[in-house]
């Protein structure tokens, strides 16, 4: 059974902290990893990961992933309220999607 | 990414009745899907929306308690039916291509069954 696993549980931090969000998994069928930000209801896409060791960024936001250790990593600088949210990381092993417990993490000014 | 549209955004429900929501894409999408978050957990799948044909279920979700319907590529509905509290969640409408491996989510409809 495809398995998503989140660490940490939360993080609270302070504006300007770098923080560092951990995914790992277990997966039959790899083909692709997502990262979503949950604030309110809807989770918002944030990166999809297919191959090993390329890193994605978009803003202050980045992601890699290491297909061999099987597991991502959620990277985000200089942080700002606004990022206090629910960090999701998400397997897709044939367009069904299997959730992490997600990270939920607070940043306070 | 496409648009995605939800209604009703929220509803409070007396127990025992149904409800059903819609979920709209400004665009034709090969997959749709289900989901069900419920207070403090992650989201789970609950089916997957299919064109024309009866919906795929997750085990431990069943057509007579979830009827989802899907008549084109660009809409599909989920009736929540004899709803009791325990149904009280975000059900979120998830579009995506089939090889793309990407999918986008609605903006979720807040169940709330008393």
């Known amino acids: 059974e495809d398995k998503v696993v989140q660490s940490p549980l939360s993080l609270v931090v302070h504006e300007g902290d770098t923080v560092t969000l951990n995914c790992s998994y277990e997966v039959t069928n790899f083909r692709s990893l997502l990262w979503y930000k949950q604030e309110k209801k809807a989770p918002t896409f944030l990166f999809m990961l297919?191959?090993?060791?390329i890193e994605k960024k978009s803003g202050r936001l980045s992601s890699i992933l290491d297909k061999k250790e099987l597991f991502s990593i959620l990277n985000i600088t200089a942080t700002q309220t606004g990022d206090s949210a629910v960090y999701l990381c998400t397997l897709n092993a044939g367009n069904m999607l299997t959730f992490g417990g997600g990270t939920r993490l607070m940043v306070k000014p | 990414s496409a648009v995605i549209s939800q209604k009703p955004s929220r509803d409070i429900c007396q127990r025992g009745t149904s409800l059903t929501i819609q979920c709209q894409v400004d665009s034709q999408v090969t997959m749709m899907f289900w989901y069900r978050q419920q207070p403090g957990q992650s989201l789970t799948l609950i089916a997957t929306?299919?064109?024309?044909?009866?919906?795929?279920?997750e085990s431990g979700f069943v057509i007579d308690k979830f009827p989802i319907s899907r008549p084109n590529l660009t809409f599909s509905t989920l009736t929540v039916s004899n709803m009791s509290p325990e149904d009280s969640s975000i059900y979120l409408c998830?579009?995506?291509?089939?090889?793309?491996?990407?999918?986008?989510f609605g903006p979720g409809t807040r169940l709330t069954v008393t």
């Open positions: 297919t191959s090993s060791g």
């Open positions: 929306a299919n064109q024309g044909s009866e919906a795929t279920y």
């Open positions: 998830s579009v995506g291509q089939y090889g793309t491996y990407e999918q986008y």
